[in-house]
């Protein structure tokens, strides 16, 4: 069984002393509902599970009124083998998209507190605009991504004590054995080509066989595909299928930032920038914006209409390519399209940090692959590729824009300085 942080998040919030409802996010397939369920098995006496999904029927239980009192009396006439008992029962809505008016009486079960709920659902982004008053205030959200690169490391059996072992190396600043930085480069590029989708990671671990973790991903992206023809709108199915094919090309650019133009000759933001939105509302991309200055706020500096698109886990990202790219990635041979593998898989670790996106170009002049805020300064991050680590945008952006301090990320261990300081790649799980 994969160790998931969801896990601990989750005890927290169980353990609260005035403890809402909670909405866990995330996209299809990435171990929502296996987490929790895991979840309720260890930490309750009593517990129901509905998907509304399998199951479209249970909306009964909230087609009427939304008093807590009645879907209490609803659920013990569907439920009637399951002891209901306050304060010892926790309630799983999963797939409640497919139920909005369950998410509207969130609010009042909320304010009840007799029992727990937990309610979940891949493509809940999208449905909320179903939903006739979202309980504002009375839910708490979580986010499930794919598993990050230190659970990715846990399903190796490397436990906290031996990833300490670099982070200790990170904050002292000091260069690890050549040794075990070339076994942890090598995880990363592992981490790459298979990404953090559970049914993959497990696969791989049990079988290491690249072929059906290949199979797995294409049949993910299939499953995306089927639902952009399942829940979106008729008018936006092609656009959105359009948009969602045209990542790979978008980032093979030297210029990363988002052209409407590889989407359809001529293509427009205003024909686009919607579908753009349902495949970051499905959980499926990122958006990355770009600055008018790189200083904080870096919202408040950010620009709207300028942007990258990355997929949020590199290994489907890699499933869309040709079939050799991921041999290509293991023993180092792609040529340009290897830097932008790696900034989407940076770009994915950050997204797994909590931070938003953001990157600094100006005039064709300089670019900067991420700006982050990190130690509270706004921080030039350049991702390379290539062993060589000098930087021209990186001196430029130090000397010509009043940045005091750069991240370089690359293959190369730990070096550099107090302004500009190079960290290996598997590091960046670090600069939170």
Not at 75 to 94: Q, Y
Request: net charge neutral; with cysteine; aromatic share 12%.
């Amino acid at each position: 069984m994969l160790k998931r942080k969801l896990s601990e998040q989750l005890l927290d919030w169980k353990n609260a002393p005035d403890k809402m409802s909670l909405i866990v996010q995330g996209a299809r397939q990435v171990g929502k509902t296996f987490t929790i369920n895991e979840f309720a098995k260890r930490n309750y006496d009593n517990y129901i599970y509905i998907n509304f999904e399998e199951t479209p029927e249970h909306t009964a239980i909230f087609s009427g009124n939304l008093d807590a009192g009645t879907i209490y009396t609803n659920l013990t006439l569907r439920f009637r083998n399951v002891n209901i008992i306050p304060e010892k029962t926790l309630i799983f809505l999963d797939e409640i998209q497919k139920c909005p008016s369950a998410i509207t009486a969130l609010k009042f079960l909320t304010i009840d507190k007799k029992f727990d709920w937990i309610a979940s659902g891949s493509l809940l982004g999208i449905g909320y605009k179903n939903v006739s008053s979202f309980p504002v205030g009375y839910v708490n959200r979580l986010e499930m991504h794919s598993l990050d690169f230190e659970e990715y490391l846990w399903a190796h059996g490397y436990d906290d004590e031996k990833i300490s072992i670099i982070k200790e190396n990170f904050v002292n600043n000091e260069p690890l054995s050549g040794g075990i930085h070339n076994v942890f480069m090598n995880l990363f590029k592992e981490y790459i080509v298979v990404g953090g989708m559970p049914k993959v990671v497990h696969d791989f671990i049990t079988h290491r066989n690249y072929a059906n973790v290949l199979t797995l991903q294409r049949a993910i992206i299939e499953d995306y595909k089927a639902d952009i023809s399942k829940y979106a709108d008729e008018r936006e199915k092609p656009k959105i299928r359009e948009c969602f094919l045209s990542i790979p090309k978008q980032l093979a650019k030297e210029n990363k930032k988002f052209q409407y133009g590889l989407v359809e000759k001529k293509g427009t933001a205003s024909k686009f920038a919607g579908s753009l939105m349902w495949l970051h509302d499905a959980g499926i991309t990122n958006f990355c914006y770009n600055l008018s200055q790189p200083e904080l706020p870096l919202e408040g500096n950010s620009i709207n209409s300028q942007f990258k698109l990355y997929m949020r886990d590199t290994g489907l990202l890699m499933a869309m390519l040709d079939d050799g790219a991921q041999a290509d990635i293991i023993e180092g041979n792609l040529g340009i399209y290897k830097g932008a593998i790696y900034e989407n898989i940076v770009a994915d670790i950050f997204t797994k940090l909590g931070k938003k996106l953001y990157y600094f170009e100006y005039r064709n002049q300089i670019e900067m692959d991420f700006i982050i805020r990190y130690n509270e300064k706004a921080t030039a991050v350049d991702v390379k590729s290539a062993t060589n680590s000098k930087s021209k945008s990186m001196t430029n952006i130090i000397k010509n824009w009043g940045m005091e301090q750069g991240i370089q990320l690359s293959s190369k261990n730990i070096e550099g300085n107090d302004v500009v300081r190079n960290y290996p790649l598997y590091m960046s799980i670090f600069l939170r």
